[in-house]
């Protein structure tokens, strides 16, 4: 039967089973108990007082400590240095899209709103219009057209 | 405060052979093998991945992650000539559906015809025969309007796919509806079918592009490569003006309906240029309706261009052209009018009124028939063939606008005797109203015949329009006959029957015609007339020509198309800013005039079925006649300065001078009628 110890012995120790099941090679052994598994393990508890050890000061640790946060840090930025761009110009492109249909949206809304000033300014409307208002065509002398030899120009200038 | 021994670390101390590597290390080794396994496995598998089946992946990320996305090309605007739309093209939801998704089928018809105004059954049946034949697309219905797509999109139906697909609009509705035209579905695309739209569909039309979008797993675009650059449709901007044009289409639609006519068309046009600033016909139609089953379409066709007439009178402004050209006759030269009879190859022809004997002016401003047969004797069958085809009638004037008629002028071999004094009054031709102007405009721009056009720019976009290059006129009369033909015509509206045509403050110029209308049933002339006025002003600097055409008219052209010219040319001369160049005075509506132009029709060949349209019977015309004063220019020739502005002063004439000495020429010639505010030149030498 295979006993955890056994198989820990298996894993870790190739030929221990062997060992376990094999007779002794020496005839004089021949009548010994054939040993246990793991026979030859020994387990034992020792108390040791180590109250008054004290820890040797390493000098290289700290160094050897910031060197590797410092290299782990320089691996990281590193890594974000080359993916920064990457993930940059994918939001950049999910941006783009967006914009790109929005103008498109926004053009289509233009078009919308050049054709309803369009119906909104049709002549037919506006003569509809200036029939609600009572609006006429000027008579043709109250006309008057500013004659171009004399060099007259109309001109509407905010006041000084 | 422990210390764990194990086997392993008992191992790791130095128990074993010497020829053997301790254990740790075979261990090692083979976690070392099986990690070569392992990424000699994973090698074989990119080997295959990337080398060998590399194809085929790339295929299916591409179509995983990227999508060919067609970039629509949008149909150009039609604009008028102040950049005003007429015709634009805007994006709009098509719905359709996939058959298999839907559940209920009864349901759905309910939702979608309720929504999109659809008849439920046919709709239930269309859907359910979709469904039954595995069909996974249905349009639904094409172009539907913003509010029912919205409140489609809102009930957010797994079913319901929106399309978006070009329309055409006609922001103006009726508005130059014939010469802008209309689109229809040709192969799923927009084409045009009559007017500008479909004689400039290939610039019109745009090439639609392609776009290579990648996506991510959500189908979002992320980057978006232009593999087929679409290229827009051009943009037309055409010489009509919308203002002028509105002008022009309600006069003409208001004379029609007065005047019981059948149709009515009317053609504005800048005389130097061939410019069309407005082209009317009546009735028209609502481009922005598409054709219903069974719909009268000849409200569409453009009747200024596509039907040709029998013009009548107009067509003696031809006759005149030609003498004054070919012949020793003047505006004051005597024309025997046999007081109102004339035997023509042994046929009795009576005029319209009793003339013994009339000036050229005063034949064409009385519009006498025997007067204008006696001057197309003189000017002779050739001559007067050669000038009809000079003034650009029998062929079409090339217009930018499909279905022109190029009307009727016979060979000259298959006159009869009695043709040339039909063709001298305007019958036994077929003409358009557009020919009509441009032969008009001859008379304005000082002997130039121009091609009309409609077109005044073209391009891509509204920053870089182009203009079209004009074609060069050609001359067909010297300025100084095209002058004298010019003060002619002024004397039809001044003192002749044109008299409705005149303008407050614009001195006009022109010519009535009425001709009697064949009836092709019983071969014999109607009392329903084509009622014709061609005119232009101001005649100091004419700026606009403007033909009026009324068919079925049962009155002359001097009273139904006359006052139609002088709406049109009116408001026309007002929105051009064209200065006045007569006094004002009020015109009034003149009254009692003899209007009557009508040529003897019975004197006529019966017209072809083929180049006339018949029109119905209708009773005879009433007459009008009056007849008013006007001022005559002195006689200046040989006085001084000093006398000649003595004279001038009195009689409250503006003069202009030039050179020194004595006067030895004027014009407007002594004796000759002077419109109101209008300036006598005097020329002066030693």
């Not at chain 2, 439920?120 to 034949?133: E, F, G, P």
Request: proline share 7%.
């Amino acid at each position: 039967m295979a006993t955890l110890a056994t198989i820990i012995s298996r894993i870790f120790t190739p030929g221990a089973g062997e060992a376990v099941a094999r007779p002794a090679e020496n005839p004089e052994d021949l009548y010994l108990v054939r040993a246990i598994p793991n026979d030859d393990v020994c387990l034992f508890v020792k108390d040791i007082d180590n109250t008054r050890v004290v820890r040797k000061v390493d000098q290289v640790a700290p160094k050897r400590c910031l060197k590797t946060i410092a290299g782990f840090c320089g691996a990281a930025a590193l890594l974000i240095l080359l993916l920064l761009p990457g993930a940059y110009s994918l939001l950049a492109g999910y941006e783009i899209q967006n914009l790109r249909e929005k103008r498109q949206q926004l053009l289509i809304e233009r078009a919308g709103l050049e054709l309803e000033e369009a119906r909104l300014t049709s002549p037919e409307r506006l003569e509809e219009l200036a029939k609600v208002q009572d609006f006429i065509d000027p008579a043709p002398d109250k006309i008057i057209y500013l004659p171009p030899t004399q060099g007259s120009l109309a001109l509407n200038l905010p006041q000084q | 405060m422990e210390t764990i021994r194990t086997r392993f670390l008992a191992g790791c101390s130095g128990t074993g052979d010497a020829g053997e590597d301790p254990p740790p290390i075979r261990r090692l080794r083979i976690l070392i093998r099986l990690f070569l396994l392992w990424a000699l496995l994973i090698l074989a598998t990119l080997v295959q991945l990337q080398i060998v089946k590399h194809g085929e992946f790339a295929r299916m990320a591409r179509a995983q992650q990227q999508r060919e996305v067609e970039i629509n090309a949008p149909r150009g605007m039609i604009l008028d000539r102040n950049l005003k739309p007429l015709a634009m093209s805007l994006p709009v939801d098509s719905v359709c559906v996939n058959p298999q998704k839907i559940a209920d089928v009864t349901v759905a018809a309910d939702i979608l015809s309720s929504v999109l105004n659809l008849d439920r059954d046919q709709l239930l049946a269309r859907l359910l025969a979709a469904k039954v034949m595995q069909k996974g697309f249905l349009w639904v219905e094409r172009k539907v309007t913003e509010e029912e797509s919205r409140r489609l999109r809102s009930y957010k139906l797994p079913y319901v796919e929106f399309r978006k697909e070009s329309h055409r609009f006609y922001p103006k509705g009726r508005l130059a509806a014939q010469v802008v035209g209309t689109v229809g579905m040709l192969e799923e695309e927009e084409r045009g079918v009559v007017g500008l739209e479909s004689y400039f569909e290939d610039d019109l039309q745009g090439r639609p592009g392609s776009l290579k979008l990648v996506t991510d797993s959500r189908q979002r675009g992320v980057d978006a490569t232009v593999t087929v650059e679409p290229v827009a449709g051009q943009d037309i901007v055409c010489t009509i003006d919308e203002r002028i044009q509105f002008v022009a289409e309600r006069e003409l639609a208001k004379a029609v309906v007065e005047h019981k006519c059948k149709t009515g068309s009317l053609v504005a046009m800048d005389p130097n240029t061939g410019e069309i600033l407005a082209m009317a016909s009546y009735p028209t139609y609502d481009p922005n309706e598409p054709v219903k089953k069974g719909e009268d379409l000849s409200p569409r066709l453009n009747l200024a261009i596509s039907a040709p007439f029998e013009p009548g009178s107009v067509f003696k402004v031809i006759t005149v052209a030609a003498a004054l050209e070919r012949t020793n006759l003047r505006p004051a030269t005597i024309i025997p009018c046999g007081n109102g009879v004339i035997n023509l190859f042994g046929r009795i022809i009576h005029d319209h009124d009793p003339y013994s004997a009339l000036s050229m002016t005063d034949v064409l401003a009385k519009s006498s028939n025997i007067g204008a047969i006696q001057v197309g004797l003189r000017v002779g069958e050739s001559t007067l063939h050669e000038y009809v085809q000079r003034f650009g009638f029998g062929r079409p004037t090339g217009i930018e606008l499909p279905a022109e008629s190029p009307g009727l002028v016979r060979k000259l071999k298959a006159w009869s005797k009695s043709s040339i004094g039909s063709v001298a009054m305007g019958h036994e031709v077929s003409v358009t109203t557009l020919q009509l102007a441009q032969a008009c405009a001859v008379a304005a721009n000082g002997g130039f015949l121009v091609r009309p056009t409609v077109l005044l720019r073209r391009g891509r976009d509204q920053q870089s329009l182009r203009k079209v290059s004009q074609e060069k006129p050609v001359r067909v009369m010297s300025p100084e006959n095209a002058m004298t033909l010019r003060r002619m015509m002024e004397e039809v509206v001044l003192s002749g029957t044109g008299k409705k045509a005149r303008l407050d403050g614009y001195r006009a110029a022109g010519k009535t015609g009425s001709a009697q209308i064949f009836d092709f049933d019983s071969h014999t002339y109607t009392h329903r007339y084509n009622a014709s006025f061609m005119g232009f002003a101001p005649v100091t600097n004419p700026r606009i020509v403007v033909v009026v055409t009324l068919n079925g008219a049962s009155l002359y052209g001097g009273a139904v198309a006359a006052p139609v010219f002088r709406q049109v040319a009116g408001a026309a001369l007002r929105i051009l800013d064209v200065p006045r160049d007569a006094v004002l005075e009020d015109a009034g509506e003149p009254g009692n005039d003899n209007l009557n132009d009508l040529p003897p029709a019975q004197l006529a060949a019966e017209p072809e079925e083929t180049m006339l349209r018949p029109i119905s019977v209708a009773a005879a015309p009433p007459r009008e006649i009056v007849r008013p004063g006007a001022l005559a220019a002195p006689d200046f020739r040989g006085k001084s300065l000093k006398a000649v502005l003595e004279i001038a002063s009195a009689a409250g004439i503006q003069v202009v001078f030039s050179g020194a000495g004595v006067a030895r020429r004027q014009h407007p010639a002594p004796g000759q009628v002077l419109s109101p505010g209008e300036t006598v030149r005097v020329e002066l030498e030693r």
